[in-house]
């Protein structure tokens, strides 16, 4: 099982970026998937996440501006990031619970990351 994310780059304050993660490989369910960030000297935090069904939860600092949303039939998950401040820059990975095929175990799995620069 691979994820890979995409969609990060150079944006002026302000602006919008649209991330999305895929995840491919033997994949039985996925259940919770989830962006998660980590700023220059910072440890890595949670963004946001989303049940299976569609639940959504975020960071207090993103509320009102991140939206994630998912489609189960891509097995992809989406960030859409509107209204970026500087203080959102860093590198952002997708995270997904996955049970494969012939087991009936759910692991964690991460992406590469991508890197989401917010000029000022």
């Known amino acids: 099982v691979q994820l890979q994310a995409s969609g990060g780059g150079l944006v002026q304050a302000g602006g919008s970026l649209r991330l999305s993660c895929a995840a491919s490989?033997?994949?039985?369910?996925?259940?919770?998937m989830a962006w998660y960030r980590q700023a220059p000297g910072k440890e890595r935090e949670l963004v946001a996440h989303?049940?299976?069904?569609?639940?959504?939860n975020y960071a207090d600092s993103v509320k009102g501006r991140f939206t994630a949303s998912r489609d189960n039939a891509k097995n992809t998950v989406y960030l859409q990031m509107n209204s970026l401040k500087p203080e959102d820059t860093g590198v952002y990975y997708c995270n997904a619970a996955i049970v494969g095929h012939g087991t009936r175990y759910e692991y964690s799995y991460w992406g590469q990351g991508t890197l989401v620069t917010v000029s000022s």
């Open positions: 989303i049940s299976s069904g569609g639940a959504t």
């Open positions: 490989g033997s994949i039985f369910r996925i259940n919770m």
